[in-house]
């Protein structure tokens, strides 16, 4: 195991930053390409990321700490995001977004203590017993995860426009 | 053909930014994890891009604006930065790329007119005649292959950690 509470905040409060240089005044043509119906383009994946902020991570792991295994977490909807009808901008997205993810690391830092959470278990809808440090990772991994699927949906919108060096970009053939 | 050369200015002009965003301040282990002998940490695609910017991107265009096809671009050796040993920091590495994609940009907004250039034409020496249009697509479509490389690399990090969630994090089956 690499678990190292320390270090997984040093991923988690980047995130928010570095999707913020990313995006931020990119045309829409960026911003709103897809890779196919049923496919989320980058501002959806944020609204994904506000939605895992706000009912996903915390309270897991509050529940693994007042619970332990006698609730199961309350399944994630991951598609909650896209019955978001709300009108504000980009921008005010991605603020929100590093608003809540601020909150919840001042959180976590307050609520767990390495040395004696991290073996703490918790009661997964799916997967039966899972361990706080197992959550935390997770938390680590979904944010790489969609930040790289922010990317590669980025990246596709110039599949074609590439030309013959499509062979050479394995971003597009994903 | 969605090719814009302000649109992927947006997007080349970013890529130091959130890749400093996304790295300054990571401990070691987070940088220097690789994905098995033989691939690269973060550090090292990094010394790649910086290779790139010195020897393949604005030496091709110039070729196509000033050869067309009579001369083929000379290989690009997409493993030059290897041979690197010079001792500087990673945070130094980070301001180089940095330095050199603003010259470069630079000289791309004063070397190439949009209306008058993207059609003309170059000779690869594998792929044949190309498009300056397809190589500056190209170009925005390496930074974002490399950058969602960085992300996968890390992530991988906490493959095992991630216990039962593996399943759900597409990221680190690839």
Known sequence: MNFNLDEAIEVLERTPQALESLLTGLSNGWLQNNEGDGTWHAIEVIE???????????PRLEIILQEGERKPFPPFDRFAHLQETSVRSFEQKLLEFKTLRAQNLAKLRTLVEPEKHLELTGLHPAFGVVKMRELLSTWVVHDLTHTAQIVRVIAKRYTADVGPWREYLGILNK
């Open 48 to 58: 994904h990321l506000i939605e895992a902020e706000k009912t996903n991570w915390l």
